[in-house]
């Protein structure tokens, strides 16, 4: 049994694992939906970073593409 297996056994280990379902920041989740991305399955501060900077990306070329259409 891995390391990971034998935390969720724990009933804190559990706590600790739903909290991951929750939003941390309401705002991040809205504008995430509003440009169609689905949950990300990352862990760590690293991985959340690079898809925090997916978002951003995507939001700039999308206003981009509006501000070029004008």
Known sequence: MGECSRKLQTEIGQAIYRLRKCTVEPVIGIIKEVLGFRQFSLRGLVAAAGEWALVCLAFNLKRLQV????
């Open 67 to 70: 501000l070029l259409a004008a």
